[in-house]
């Protein structure tokens, strides 16, 4: 099945930049569409970006809209979220999962996530 290993997260201030980076040993990744969720802790995961199998679509929460970029590189099988401007209330633990389509029902297992403390 398909899976992914999330990297890239750390402790950033708030106000700073990361680049979040979502891998696939599948060579498959250009037939999905692939989101990047979030799970802080005592709360559920939320999903806060998805970009279409070709690209060419990209679907943000409000509250990240304006401050997130999602991009893709199926050459190299990797998904990015780079995260701009950041705050405390964006510290969790960041997934990804792939869609057939953005919005439909998830198609991999969760890997182990990537840790993103935004504090000062």
């Known amino acids: 099945q398909l899976q992914f290993v999330e990297s890239g997260g750390g402790l950033v201030q708030p106000g700073g930049s990361l680049r979040l980076s979502c891998a696939t040993s599948?060579?498959?990744?250009?037939?999905?569409?692939i989101g990047w969720f979030r799970q802080a802790p005592g709360k559920e995961r939320e999903q806060v970006s998805c970009?279409?199998?070709?690209?060419?679509?990209?679907y943000y929460a409000d509250s990240v809209k304006g401050r997130f970029t999602i991009s893709r590189d199926n050459a190299k099988i990797t998904v990015y979220l780079q995260m701009n401007s950041l705050k405390a209330e964006d510290t969790a633990s960041y997934y990804c999962?792939?869609?057939?389509?953005?919005?439909?029902?998830?198609?991999?297992?969760w890997g182990p996530g990537t840790q993103v403390t935004v504090s000062s």
């Open positions: 999962a792939a869609f057939l389509v953005c919005g439909q029902a998830i198609v991999s297992s």
């Open positions: 599948g060579l498959t990744l250009a037939h999905y569409a």
């Open positions: 970009i279409s199998n070709t690209g060419e679509s990209t």
